[in-house]
């Protein structure tokens, strides 16, 4: 088991090795952009690897990303369906850039247990094939 914190990343996303090797940290979450807005973030490869070579050299062993806010993986309405799922595959590119060990996402049930079980594997598969 790994001690950690969600950290910041702002002045550049290596900044959150940092802040979680300032507190003790040897798991950090971040963001992987803004968690208010669709936008995906592609990191340039100059600060990714800045990031990976930052981690190497730190007591950080387990970094996850967290989703934006906006996520609803078991939406039934199809337009916002397809906007979380676009921001899901956007993470896990992220999250392949940095060498991410999770991504940790949020569910609105609101559609139904079975419904939205389906739904988000439905997501998952559609996430794992458009990010390969």
Sequence with gaps: MYFGAHVG???????????????GCEAIQIFAGSPRTWAS???K??????????RAAS???FV????????????????FYGKSVTSLVGDVVAAEQLGADAI??????SSGPIAGANAI???????????R
Excluded: C, M, Q
């Design 41 to 43: 973030t592609v990191y």
């Design 9 to 23: 990343s702002s002045g550049g996303v290596w900044k959150a090795i940092e802040a979680g090797t300032e507190i």
């Design 59 to 61: 007591p950080i062993r």
């Design 64 to 79: 996850v990303i967290h989703t934006i806010y906006l996520i609803n993986l078991a939406s039934a309405k199809d337009d």
């Design 45 to 54: 490869e100059a600060d990714a690897a800045r990031f990976r070579a930052a």
């Design 104 to 109: 940790v996402t949020r569910v609105d049930r």
């Design 121 to 131: 594997a439905t997501a998952a598969t559609a996430t794992l094939t458009a990010a």
